[in-house]
C-alpha cells in the first residue's frame, strides 16, 4: 500500500508541484509595455538561497523582490533604462557572503518586451576578485529570453567544485544530522498514523506547511515573541488533527471505507490544502523571523545559534515521544493498536480513541517539524510540506513500516545522505541520492533498518 502511495506521490510531485512552482516564481511577462530583471541566487552548496532581499531603482521607480523556495527571483519594469539591483546581504543564509562585494549594487540595462538577468554569486572570494558565470546565482530560466538553444540559466556548477575538505565534511554532516532530526520530527507522526490505522497520508506535508505559516502569522502579523508563536501553531497543528479525525477519517472508518480510497481523498485534500495556502499568503517566500542569524563556531563547524536550538528542541521532544510509547500506559496501547488492532480492541483497549490521540500527536509533531524547519531553512511557503513528503515516506520505509523509531533512524539517514551527497554530486540531485539509498537498503532488507520480517504464505 505505501508503495504505491510513493508511486502515486511521484507522480503527483513530477507533473503537478514542478509546473506550479515555476509559475509562482515567474511572476513577470515581458510584453511591449514590461520588461523583466531576475536571477536565481544558490549558496556555495548549490542549494536555493531562500528569502534573499533585493531592491530595484530606476526610471520606472523602486521596488523590492525576495528569493523564493528555489531561489528564484524576479522584479517586472514599466520603463527602458539602467537600473540599479541591490542585494540585502542581512538577508543572505546564515554563513553566506557575496563572492564579489564590489559588485553589490549591480546596474544593468532592461528593454521593454525583454528579460535581463542580475548575477550575485555567493562564496568564498575568487582569484582575481572575480564574480564570473557562477552557478551560484544565474537568470531564472523560466523569465529569461532564451538565446541558447534552451539552456540559458541551467545550473551548470555542482557543490563539489570547491573539492573535498575534511571541514568541510564536518559541516555537511552537522547540517545532515540537524536536518535529519527535524525531517524525524515530521516523520515519526507519519509512521504511527500508518502504523495504526494502515493509512498512507499524503495531506501530513500540508501540517509541516501549517506549522510554519502558523508562526509566521504569529511573528510577522500578530507581532508575537518567536516562543509564544511557536507554542501556538503547535496547538493549533494538533487542533487540525483533532479536527481531522473527527469530521472526516473517522466517519470513514465508520462507512468502511478502504485504506485504497482514503488514501486517494488524503491526496485530494493535499492540493486542495497547498492551494489554499498559495490564495491566502502567495507563492513568494515567507520568512518567520526577518533578523540575521547569529552564527557559532564548534571546531571546523558554523551552524547558528537558531539551528543548535532547533536540534535540542527536536531531540527533547523526540526523547518525549520514546519515552511515551515506551514509560506510559497509554503508549503501550498505542504499541499495541499498530501490532493487531483486532486483538488490541478484544483486550480492552478503545482503538478509535488511541487513534484519534495518534492523529493529535502526529499533526503536532508535524507543526513542530514545520515550525523548526523554517527557522532552519530561513523561510517558509506554500509548498514546503509537499516538497519534504517523499523525503518524509522514504524515511518511514526506510526504517520499517509503522516502526516510530524505525523513522527516526531512517529520517537521520535520509538527512546525513541529502546533505553529504552534496560532496560529489549536483544539489539538485541530492534527493535523488537519498531515495537510491533507499533501494539499495530494501533490496537487502525489505523489512527496513528496524521493521521486523513478515512470513508469507
Known amino acids: 500500500m505505501l508503495a504505491l502511495g510513493v508511486l502515486v506521490l511521484s507522480f503527483f510531485l513530477a507533473v503537478a508541484v514542478p509546473g506550479t512552482a515555476r509559475a509562482a516564481a515567474a511572476g513577470c511577462v515581458a510584453d511591449a509595455a514590461t520588461g523583466c530583471i531576475n536571477g536565481t541566487i544558490r549558496t556555495s552548496t548549490q542549494q536555493p538561497a531562500v528569502g534573499v ?57 532592461v528593454a521593454l518586451g525583454s528579460s535581463t538577468g542580475a548575477l550575485f554569486p555567493l562564496g568564498e572570494p575568487a582569484a582575481g576578485g572575480g564574480s564570473g558565470d557562477d552557478a551560484t546565482s544565474e537568470p531564472d530560466p523560466d523569465t529569461t529570453a532564451d538565446t541558447s538553444d534552451g539552456e540559458v540559466g541551467a545550473p551548470t556548477g555542482s557543490s563539489a567544485d570547491g ?16 536536518f535529519g532530526l527535524l525531517l524525524a520530527l515530521a516523520s515519526v507522526g507519519l509512521s504511527l498514523i500508518y502504523g495504526t490505522t494502515g493509512l498512507s497520508n499524503f495531506a501530513h506535508g500540508e501540517q509541516v506547511t501549517l506549522g510554519a505559516i502558523l508562526a509566521y502569522v504569529g511573528v510577522q502579523s500578530l507581532g508575537l515573541p518567536l516562543l509564544v508563536a511557536g507554542l501556538l501553531a503547535v496547538l493549533l497543528g494538533a487542533a487540525s488533527g483533532w479536527v481531522q479525525d473527527a469530521g472526516l477519517w473517522h466517519p470513514l472508518r465508520k462507512r468502511r471505507v478502504g485504506t485504497t480510497q482514503q488514501m486517494i481523498v488524503t491526496i485530494g485534500l493535499s492540493m486542495a490544502l497547498q492551494y489554499t495556502y498559495q490564495f491566502f499568503f502567495g507563492g513568494s517566500a515567507l520568512r518567520i ?32 515521544v520514546a519515552y511515551f510509547l515506551l514509560g506510559t500506559r497509554v503508549g503501550r496501547a498505542t504499541r499495541a493498536v499498530s501490532d493487531n488492532p483486532a486483538l488490541a ?45 517523499l523525503l518524509m515516506f522514504a524515511a518511514v520505509t526506510l526504517g520499517g513500516l509503522g516502526q516510530a523509531f524505525g523513522a527516526l533512524a531512517g529520517s537521520i539517514v535520509i538527512g546525513l545522505v541529502v546533505e553529504m551527497s552534496n560532496l560529489v554530486i549536483p544539489s539538485d540531485m541530492r ?17 527496513g533498518i528496524l521493521g521486523r520480517a513478515e512470513r508469507i504464505g
Open 53 to 109: 532581499v533585493l531592491d530595484i531603482e530606476g526610471p520606472g521607480g523602486t521596488s523590492q523582490a525576495t528569493t523564493d523556495a528555489e531561489g528564484r527571483w524576479t522584479a517586472p519594469v514599466t520603463e527602458a533604462g539602467e537600473y540599479t539591483v541591490t542585494l540585502d546581504t542581512a538577508t543572505l543564509p546564515a554563513g553566506e557572503t557575496l563572492r564579489d562585494p564590489s559588485a553589490n549594487p549591480r546596474t544593468v540595462t
Open 163 to 178: 573539492g573535498f575538505s575534511w571541514p568541510r565534511l564536518a559541516q555537511q554532516a552537522s547540517s545532515g544530522l540537524v
Open 289 to 320: 523571523v526577518t533578523t540575521n542569524p547569529t552564527m557559532v563556531t564548534l571546531g571546523p563547524v558554523r551552524i547558528s545559534a537558531t539551528s543548535l536550538w532547533s536540534l535540542l528542541i527536536a531531540a527533547v521532544v523526540l526523547a518525549a
Open 345 to 389: 480492541a478484544a483486550s480492552g483497549i478503545t482503538v478509535d480513541r488511541i487513534v484519534r490521540l495518534v492523529w493529535v500527536l502526529g499533526a503536532a509533531l508535524a507543526a513542530l517539524g514545520g515550525v523548526l524547519m523554517g527557522l532552519y531553512l530561513n523561510a517558509t511557503s506554500w509548498n514546503m510540506g509537499g516538497a519534504l513528503l
Open 431 to 447: 534527493y535523488a541520492g537519498a531515495l537510491l539509498i533507499l533501494i539499495l537498503v530494501l533490496l537487502l532488507r525489505p523489512q
